[in-house]
């Protein structure tokens, strides 16, 4: 009987009654033919390979994370629920040693949710990845985490919610932002005052091969996880690099994504995009399966896949390598970086403008963070949507020094109920949620 | 009049029935080096001055297929597979005649790459050269679309007698398990034929023309025509006939733990409101996964018989039997004995038990009669342990009963039936322990015959539509169809209901028991480049396993002569 050298636990959510609309890229047929495959190769039947079922997450649990607006049940649906619990299922297997490796592939997907959640953005409502990390500090005592989002689109959403956190490192690969949604990830957002160089933003050029993605890999993403020493490696497995798929333009290989995956070796893989359901999904997913199960994957390999065609050009590489260069530069410097960036004790002001495709909702924000070099910082934000809600969002790190929770509840506690419908408090030291309406 | 015959590890029951009741029941040792003649043997006494002319079904479930597996005496056989792409096929490895091949279907059932006929022509000649006479063919993909294992077959077809195609076994992906299921098929299909048409030919000799049907795994059965393209199915028959024997006293509305208690096992199943549970896809015991559809069944090794021992001064019971209890003429002492000892089994030898329950006491330091305490209590609460730690392991997987799955359901116990011959004695202790009732059914030592007497033919169909490539098929049945874009959901019902109905009936069943649900149902919509180019629709419908009509009385007779005392009549 086959065996799995890594223990590796797999939640199957692929949400058969869910779509954004019904010929939407992310609809009900997205996971059938992933499933026939993994189905037919017996994955289950590896010893060493567990199902588990998927849990549902609470409220409470989206509010370690999200603001949401007006509420959780507003912008969520029982898929949502179900794919942040399959996350969250994987990462309580792991954290109990029942298995040393899970990958919960689950839809919707969540990367592109930010902290505030108004609606729909990217196909995405609340950030699954982000939910089961503040799970895991919350119950399971796990501190430092690193973040590699693979999916061919920039993960703004995750990006957004460790933007000020020194403890998370997130690093973004992307089909460079120029060409494609959501038009952000370049190199130089760094993150927050409090947390520049833990965001790492690494666009890579349309026509990037296998080559090109684990050249990065090789060169940039394993030293600097040398470096961070993460309690946690987390991959957003988005799979929209690959070749054949309709929404970008990159050429990536089932091959070359498990290969990926045995040089990253994420303790726990999530699945995020991909949309090219039948040629992609079922071979990457599989290579990325036996990856993660340290078994032999050569076996897995597309029907039409001609690796002459798949070469990148001599161009891409070129570029390649350089922003691989500036991002492994601005890692080195990121103390000095974060030194320059603000004086501790200061607040610092930033505005932003954040369009929702998927629900059509235009969001304006004021936000305000008080700059910390003993913790990640108390913020709120004033967030003001098309949809005619006004909130105040405040939020106190987990880690936060006395000074930043007081100056947290101050915010809160000075909030102007006449301007706001409400007012959110999340407070994760006391990992408690409090709400206020006018 | 029907007939049920259930051969057992120990023991082998059999059982007549009429409309009205249980007319007969007997009880005769398991030679399991000749099962003919134990089979031979528990008909001849059943049909002792019985005409043979009223008998109208006879339902078998033997151990021959178990038995051969587990002693390794199956038959060398060909095993020739295609893939493509995904694990690595020589890892399915299934004997010294196994052969990967050129050839891939994707998961659509879209052929990728061709069958190289030439290397099917040397494969030939080499299993001819090695005195092969069955082959199984196994395509990855094959319950997509099964032209590959056909082409394969055709290519086959002049120089072998019997050839085993994968998706002739089941509609479920699995290609690992579809590669065991068509060996274990292939290799014991000789040894199946010459026992069954033995069985049938002494039959037919004594003037029963009744139809034979045998046991699956599955709790429903077949007839003989249908088992010899399918044998494995009948494996691990056993299990499934104690639960269906319990099924006519579960309550209709709670979850229940049935527990067999024989000689050298206890097995464990679940009804849930009298649905069995089942394995969604396929027997998976030990090394040996399958797409044999089946009851969720689970053997201990302790029952009445299980070898007593004291080891670092605790006792320990089973896995092991080592021949009948002393009060029967055994050597070692056993849980059997304990209740001779305790006065709660009667037995012409309670001495010998009692010199066992002495020897134990003394490697424990105790009495004869707290020894015997301990070794039924200790029983007992294995027993239930084991249940207990099964319903968890249950409950943290999705749950499949054999009509539907049952989404986020938690099964929790308000009854336990026991079967099995030490049965009665058991209930009160076990239900003390398990704070759950207890009750021994009516018969208890023959209600697996009972249950399998009473079964069910069943059957299920896999049908897949596909309006973009344009086919509605059933690779099972080798039914294929083109189909337009405008098939719909009750075109694929009606398709489907119509071919199960077929099959039942050729299976052997009656047209009273065609009870047919729909187990699964799935639709989708294909999106390419954001239009709907078609529909996939997937079917799965199967005759509803349970028992068949116009035999209620059975069960209200046996419940009316049963007083509920452990020393009861039935018992």
């Keep these: 009987m086959l065996k799995a050298s890594k223990k590796t636990g797999l939640v199957f959510f692929p949400a058969f009654d869910w779509a954004i609309d019904p010929t939407h890229p992310e609809r009900e047929e997205r996971l059938l033919y992933t499933q026939d495959q993994v189905m037919e190769e017996g994955i289950f039947d590896i010893n060493g390979i567990e199902e588990y079922k998927p849990d549902l997450v609470t409220a409470e649990d989206i509010q370690r994370v999200h603001f949401c607006v007006p509420d959780e049940a507003a912008i969520t649906t029982q898929s949502h629920l179900i794919s942040a619990g399959g996350a969250k299922a994987i990462a309580r297997a792991v954290m109990e040693k029942e298995i040393q490796r899970g990958f919960a592939l689950i839809r919707p997907p969540g990367h592109h949710a930010m902290r505030v959640a108004h609606g729909g953005r990217g196909f995405c409502h609340i950030n699954m990845e982000a939910i089961m990390v503040e799970y895991l500090r919350q119950e399971h005592g796990v501190k430092r985490v690193a973040i590699v989002d693979t999916d061919c689109h920039h993960g703004d959403g995750t990006n957004d919610i460790y933007w000020h956190d020194p403890d998370t490192l997130f690093i973004s690969l992307h089909q460079d932002g120029r060409t494609l949604y959501p038009g952000t990830g370049f190199t130089h957002e760094l993150g927050g005052p409090n947390a520049k160089g833990t965001n790492l933003n690494i666009p890579l050029p349309p026509g990037t091969s296998t080559e090109g993605y684990l050249y990065v890999i090789n060169n940039t993403v394993l030293p600097i996880l040398e470096e961070f020493k993460p309690d946690l490696i987390i991959n957003s497995a988005g799979q929209d690099n690959h070749y054949t798929d309709p929404l970008t333009n990159m050429k990536f290989s089932a091959q070359g994504y498990a290969e990926m995956t045995r040089l990253l070796k994420p303790d726990i893989a999530v699945l995020e995009g991909g949309y090219a359901i039948e040629g992609a999904l079922p071979y990457v997913n599989l290579g990325i399966i036996l990856a993660l199960a340290d078994m032999d994957f050569s076996s897995v390999v597309e029907p039409d896949y001609d690796p002459v065609r798949l070469e990148q050009t001599s161009h891409v590489t070129d570029k390649i390598k350089r922003t691989s260069d500036v991002i492994n530069r601005y890692w080195s410097q990121r103390k000095e970086l974060r030194a320059k960036a603000g004086t501790h004790g200061e607040i610092q002001q930033r505005n932003r403008e954040i369009f929702y495709d998927t629900d059509n909702i235009f969001e304006r924000q004021k936000e305000k963070i008080r700059i910390c070099r003993d913790c990640g910082g108390a913020f709120e934000i004033d967030s003001q949507a098309s949809t005619g809600n006004h909130v105040l969002c405040v939020h106190i790190p987990l880690n936060a020094c006395q000074d930043c929770i007081d100056a947290g509840h101050a915010m809160f506690r000075n909030a102007d109920m006449d301007r706001y419908n409400r007012a959110f408090l999340q407070d994760q030291t006391q990992d408690h949620y409090t709400i206020k309406q006018s | ?571």
């Design chain 2, 1 to 571: 009049m029907l007939i049920g015959l259930d051969v057992g590890g120990t023991h082998t029951d059999a059982v007549l029935l009429s409309k009205k009741g249980l007319k007969r029941k007997i009880k005769v040792l398991t030679d399991p080096s000749d099962l003919f003649n134990t089979v031979l043997s528990g008909l001849d006494l059943l049909l002792d001055n019985i005409d043979p002319l009223d008998v109208k079904r006879i339902v078998l479930s033997t151990t021959l297929t178990t038995n051969a597996v587990v002693q390794q005496r199956i038959d060398p056989v060909g095993i020739i597979v295609s893939s493509g792409p995904g694990i690595d096929p020589r890892l399915f490895r299934t004997g010294n005649h196994y052969f990967p091949v050129a050839g891939s279907i994707d998961h659509r059932g879209r052929e990728r790459s061709p069958v190289d006929p030439a290397e099917i022509r040397t494969i030939a000649k080499i299993l001819k050269k090695e005195g092969i006479k069955h082959v199984g063919v196994i395509g990855k993909f094959s319950p997509r679309n099964p032209c590959h294992e056909l082409q394969i077959q055709a290519l086959l077809a002049k120089d072998f007698s019997k050839i085993f195609l994968g998706h002739h076994v089941s509609g479920n992906l699995n290609f690992p398990r579809r590669i065991a299921t068509v060996h274990l098929n292939t290799a014991v299909y000789s040894m199946h034929k010459k026992f069954f048409h033995a069985v049938k030919r002494s039959l037919e000799q004594q003037g029963i023309k009744a139809p034979i049907q045998i046991l699956k795994a599955d709790g429903g059965t077949m007839n003989l025509e249908s088992s010899m393209d399918f044998p494995g199915q009948t494996i691990l028959s056993g299990p499934a006939a104690s639960v269906m024997g319990a099924i006519g006293y579960a309550p209709k509305d709670q979850d229940v733990l049935v527990l067999d208690i024989g000689g050298t096992t206890t097995d464990i199943a679940i009804l849930v409101k009298q649905a069995p549970l089942l394995e969604p896809v396929g027997i998976g015991r030990g090394i040996y996964k399958s797409l044999i559809r089946s009851l969720k069944t689970y053997s201990k090794g302790l029952g009445g018989d299980s070898h007593v021992r004291v080891e670092n001064g605790a006792i320990t019971i089973g896995p092991d039997r080592s021949g009948p209890a002393m009060a029967f003429g055994g050597l070692h002492p056993t849980p059997t004995d304990a209740m001779v000892v305790l006065g709660l089994m009667e037995a012409e030898n309670k001495e010998s038990s009692l010199g066992g329950m002495a020897d134990i006491a003394d490697k424990l330091g105790t009495t004869p009669l707290k020894a015997a305490q301990t070794i039924f209590q200790t029983a007992c609460a294995r027993i239930v342990e084991e249940a207990i730690k099964i319903v968890d392991r249950i409950n943290r997987k999705p749950v499949y009963t054999v009509h539907e799955f049952l989404e986020g359901y938690r099964i929790q116990p308000r009854k336990i039936l026991l079967l099995g011959g030490p049965a009665p004695y058991f209930a009160n202790e076990i239900e003390r322990q398990s704070g759950i009732e207890t009750q021994a059914v009516p018969a208890c030592s023959v209600a697996n015959a009972i249950g399998a007497a009473l079964a069910r033919t069943t059957c299920e169909v896999s049908l897949l539509a596909d309006t973009e490539l344009g086919i509605v098929a059933a690779p099972e049945e080798d039914f294929k169809e083109p189909i337009s874009k405008s098939y719909t959901e009750e075109d694929v019902i009606e398709r489907a209901y119509a071919l199960l109905s077929e099959k039942a009936l050729k299976s052997g069943s009656s047209p009273d028991d065609l009870e047919v649900e729909v187990i699964e149902f799935q639709k989708f919509n294909i999106v390419r480049k954001f239009s709907t180019q078609g529909k996939i629709f997937r079917a799965k419908l199967q005759v509803k396993p349970g028992l068949i009509k116009g035999y209620d009385q059975v069960y209200t007779q046996l419940n009316k002569n049963n007083d509920g005392t452990p020393s009861g009549a039935e018992c």
